[in-house]
C-alpha cells in the first residue's frame, strides 16, 4: 500500500513537473509570437516609432530608414539618418547608422523599455559635465535624462564620431 501511494506521489510529481514545462513553453512562444508582429508591424510602419520618441523626448526625430528584428531572443533595431532637433528647430543629435538592442524581460515584467546595446555611426552630438561630474548630452538635461538612463541600463558604442 505505501508502495502504491509513492508510486501515485511520484506520478503526481511528474504530470505537474511536465505541466508546468509545457505551460511556460507555451507562455515563452507567445511572447516571441507578439514579439515579432511588433517587430513586423514596426518595419511596415516606421513613424509608429518616430511618434513615440517624439512624444517621449519632447523633441522632433527624423528616421531616414528603419529595420527591426530579433536577434536571438532580443530584439534589435538598425536606424538610418537619425535626427533630433528641440523645440526651436536647434540640432541636437544626429547619427548615419544606429543600433538598439532591446532587453525583452523588463518590457514584459514593467512595460518599460530597456536597452542592452546601443550604437551609432558617425554621430554628431555634444557632451556637457555637470557640477556632481554627470556627464549629459546636451538637449537632454534634468532629471529622469532619456538618454543617461539608457546610458546606465547597457553598453554603448560611438564609432566614427
Known sequence: ??????????TFRRKHIYSILAGTIIALAII??????????????????????SQSLGKTVHIGGLHAQLHYFQPEILLDNVVIFDQTG?????????????????????????????????????LQKDQQ?????????G?????????KSGSYYLMNS
Do not use: C, E, Y
Not at 42 to 49: A, C, D, I, R, W
Not at 97 to 119: D, F, M, W
Open 143 to 151: 532629471d529622469g535624462d532619456f538618454f543617461s538612463s539608457m546610458i
Open 90 to 126: 536647434q540640432h541636437i543629435l544626429s547619427f548615419k547608422q544606429g543600433l538598439v538592442r532591446l532587453n525583452i524581460l523588463p518590457l514584459v515584467t514593467t512595460g518599460k523599455i530597456q536597452p542592452t546595446l546601443l550604437a551609432a555611426d558617425h554621430a554628431q552630438l555634444s
Open 133 to 141: 561630474g554627470k556627464i549629459m548630452l546636451v538637449g537632454f538635461g
Open 32 to 53: 516571441i509570437t507578439l514579439l515579432r508582429i511588433g517587430l513586423f508591424l514596426l518595419n511596415q510602419n516606421p513613424s509608429l516609432l518616430t511618434q513615440r520618441l
Open 1 to 10: 500500500m505505501i508502495i502504491t501511494l509513492f508510486h501515485h506521489l511520484k
